[in-house]
């Protein structure tokens, strides 16, 4: 498998679950400005959206979207406990999971990339993403993580967009249980050895 990545963003998922389930992939980095790969290549054509995460597959099949990748994963190893089994209640929960992230603070935040977005409007964007945070903070004083007791696809993908808030200068102190949070997933193997691998190329 080739996972097409960038530093620094929503591809930091794939590229931890991954680690997690010990599988064997090739790295290949994306220029998000030029849209080129490392080795030279139109990533357009790999990716006709033009962003990162991107999945190849050992049959030539392209897998986009975070989300549906790092299901398709863990399903290579259902024994990794990273998703519930397909079809089953806690499959359905773990999918409410990743659709709140994906659109309500992936995509709540990604807008705050944009350095022209006026005060007032970037104001409006942290408050609603400042009450979802009130939301996890609520969550994770009840629980280790976001499905209960362990670790699954769904953490390594908060953990990754909400790495983000340094970038927009948001600190967590407001939400402590946030803070521990973030602290127990960084301390994962897999999330380290993700986390230098990508700072070092």
């Not at 670790?151 to 521990?180: E, G, M």
Request: glycine share 4%; proline share 5%.
């Amino acid at each position: 498998m080739k996972l097409y990545y960038a530093p620094d963003t929503c591809s930091l998922s794939p590229h931890i679950v991954l680690r997690e389930l010990g599988l064997e992939f090739e790295r290949v980095k994306v220029d998000n400005r030029s849209k080129l790969t490392a080795d030279g290549r139109d990533f357009l054509a790999i990716n006709p959206k033009g962003y990162v995460a991107a999945l190849e597959l050992e049959n030539g099949q392209i897998l986009t979207e975070g989300p549906a990748i790092v299901q398709y994963l863990a399903d290579l190893k259902p024994a990794s406990g990273l998703a519930p089994e397909a079809g089953s209640w806690a499959r359905v929960r773990l999918q409410e999971w990743l659709n709140f992230i994906s659109s309500e603070i992936h995509a709540g935040s990604a807008l705050l990339f944009n350095p022209g977005l006026p005060e007032d409007v970037s104001a409006l964007l942290r408050e609603k993403l400042f009450r979802r945070f009130d939301f996890l903070q609520a969550t994770m004083e009840q629980q280790a993580y976001l499905t209960g007791a362990s670790f699954s696809v769904a953490d390594a993908y908060l953990f990754t967009v909400l790495r983000w808030c340094k970038f927009f200068s948001i600190t967590l102190n407001r939400w402590p249980a946030l803070i521990a949070y973030m602290a127990r997933i960084n301390a994962r193997p897999a999330v380290q050895a993700a986390l230098l691998t990508e700072a070092s190329e």
